[in-house]
């Protein structure tokens, strides 16, 4: 039976990437850094799952939109999850009362960094009172359904817009 090129790591879900610093010698895996990289072996064919997200997820991990850091924001907020140690630092410029922009860097899982890049999105042309409205689970379910054991990675969003509200209100 043939298989899937691919190292030997068996936890997708457990890869940090930090968008601050990416280089060879924070990745022990491989570099460079790639969804390959940290799916196991699994044969063609085969009805077993290669991972256990879907692909809005991984397509959010794999070229997340808005990362990186927003030099003229109007406001900047880090929050951390205390229990798995995933860290978002969001950042937005507010112009006549609306979201004009906004950028984010994630150290944590594959879940966190998709989360967050769809976070951007959401967060873009809305009013403060707007962001009240966003939820865990509405992020959850824009990215097509969160495995229970992710769903943290929504709320750490919803903590940073939580914190970003204070800071721009």
């Given at each position: 039976m043939k298989e899937k090129k691919r190292n030997n790591c068996k936890r997708l879900d457990c890869l940090s990437i930090n968008y601050s610093i990416l280089s060879p010698q924070h990745y022990t895996h491989a570099w460079p850094v790639t969804i390959e990289n940290y799916c196991p072996p699994v044969p063609l064919g085969s009805a077993h799952k290669t991972s256990v997200?879907?692909?809005?997820i991984l397509d959010?991990?794999?070229?997340?939109?808005?990362?990186g850091d927003l030099p003229d924001a109007t406001a900047s907020v880090e929050v951390t999850n205390p229990v798995c140690g995933d860290v978002l630092r969001l950042a937005v410029r507010v112009e006549t009362g609306r979201i004009t922009a906004a950028r984010f860097k994630t150290q944590?899982?594959?879940?966190?960094i998709a989360c967050s890049s769809l976070l951007t999105d959401l967060l873009?042309?809305?009013?403060?009172?707007?962001l009240y409205a966003i939820t865990p689970q509405q992020i959850s379910t824009a990215l097509g359904?969160?495995?229970p054991?992710?769903?943290?990675?929504a709320q750490l969003c919803t903590d940073a817009v939580a914190a970003l509200l204070k800071k721009i209100t």
């Open positions: 997200f879907n692909d809005v959010h991990f794999r070229a997340p939109h808005n990362g944590g899982c594959v879940a966190a873009i042309g809305k009013s403060a009172p707007e359904d969160l495995p054991a992710t769903f943290h990675a």
